[in-house]
């Protein structure tokens, strides 16, 4: 078979589009859940079979310590640093305080969210737990703002 040089031309740039399409889709780094521990922190009753409506760590200085790390390993890609969101999912700072926005929160947190068959947040309930769901929560809380 003769090669001609368009077909090199064109076998050349394909390589070339390929190695920086993956070169670009390893750049977003790994998204695997990382773990939180969250040991320091008083149990919940029910562990994370019995998932409750109200923070239990709000307030806690401990669990706001704790929230803030694992909300910078599992969260901030998506809802930006210190919960500022750039636009593409919600800013979380201005999430309700109290009982409403624990709800939500936990909804979220737990269930994830999807629409039309997309994933737009993968539950984490499961993944991290309970405990970590709340001390984000408890962190959240701190950068919470009206305006």
């Given at each position: 078979m003769?090669?001609?040089?368009?077909?090199?031309?064109?076998?050349g740039?394909?390589?070339?589009?390929?190695?920086?399409i993956?070169g670009?889709?390893?750049?977003?780094?790994?998204?695997?859940?990382?773990?939180?521990?969250?040991?320091a922190?008083?149990?919940?009753?029910?562990?994370?079979?019995?998932?409750?409506?109200?923070n239990?760590?709000?307030?806690n200085?401990?669990?706001?310590?704790?929230g803030?790390?694992a909300?910078?390993?599992?969260c901030?890609?998506?809802?930006?640093?210190?919960?500022?969101s750039g636009?593409?999912?919600?800013?979380l700072?201005?999430l309700?305080?109290?009982d409403?926005?624990?709800e939500?929160?936990?909804e979220?947190y737990?269930h994830?969210?999807?629409h039309?068959g997309?994933?737009?947040?993968?539950p984490?309930?499961?993944?991290l737990?309970?405990?970590a769901?709340?001390?984000?929560?408890?962190?959240?809380e701190?950068?919470?703002?009206?305006?």
């Amino acid at each position: 078979m003769k090669m001609t040089i368009g077909r090199t031309a064109m076998i050349g740039a394909c390589a070339i589009a390929s190695l920086s399409i993956a070169g670009n889709l390893y750049a977003h780094g790994n998204v695997t859940p990382q773990a939180v521990d969250t040991s320091a922190l008083p149990d919940i009753e029910g562990g994370n079979d019995n998932w409750i409506e109200h923070n239990p760590y709000s307030g806690n200085p401990k669990a706001i310590e704790i929230g803030e790390s694992a909300y910078g390993q599992n969260c901030a890609r998506c809802h930006g640093l210190q919960a500022i969101s750039g636009g593409i999912a919600p800013d979380l700072r201005y999430l309700e305080l109290g009982d409403s926005g624990d709800e939500w929160f936990i909804e979220r947190y737990h269930h994830g969210s999807s629409h039309d068959g997309k994933v737009y947040m993968p539950p984490m309930g499961d993944v991290l737990g309970q405990k970590a769901g709340w001390a984000i929560r408890a962190w959240l809380e701190t950068q919470h703002t009206e305006d």
